[in-house]
């Protein structure tokens, strides 16, 4: 655990290529994804949910509607390093995401069923590929080539990260 409330289960760190064991391990954290989050939320009054879980942060509502925002993006640059050579990942403004009407205000259930079925699909294609999927390429603007084995990485990691936001808040609040 990091001291920083913005990363309370440390910065993404990669050191790839995967080997299988840790693959798996990985595909299985973001299949229960959704039932994690959703165990991380439970109980939660509307009082709560617009509760920042850091000054300055996002609110619990927030945080569940990026994930869902996030993790669609996610689930299209799987499918595009998949069937294209080497593509550009295009980043969307998360923080203006975060801010659009639904992504501050709609029920939180809309999107923790969004991520229900788009985990499901996502881990049952992640379980499909093959060593040479994982090696294919994929380009982010920013930070340069990487490989599915890395975008894997990635979400893996990123459902933890912003499930801990929330049970670390409730450990901070005593909820
Ligand atoms: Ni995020």
Known sequence: MSGDPRYPIG??????????????????????TPVELRKSIRGLVDEQLATPY???????????????????????????ALTEDNPTIKPYEEQLWAELSDGA??????????????????SM??????????????THPASGQHSIDWLLAVYSWHGAHHTAHVTELRKAKGW
């Open 11 to 32: 910065k993404f760190q990669y050191d790839g290529p995967l080997t299988p064991e840790q693959r798996s391990t990985m595909i299985e954290a973001i299949e229960n």
């Open 54 to 80: 850091r000054d300055g942060g996002w609110t619990v509502r927030q945080l569940i509607h990026h994930v869902a925002d996030s993790h669609i993006n996610a689930y299209c640059r799987f499918r595009l």
């Open 105 to 122: 205000k709609a029920p939180i259930g809309l999107s923790l069923a969004i991520l229900d079925a788009l985990h499901v699909r996502w």
């Open 125 to 138: 294609l992640l379980r499909s590929l093959t060593p040479e999927e994982f090696a294919r390429p994929v």
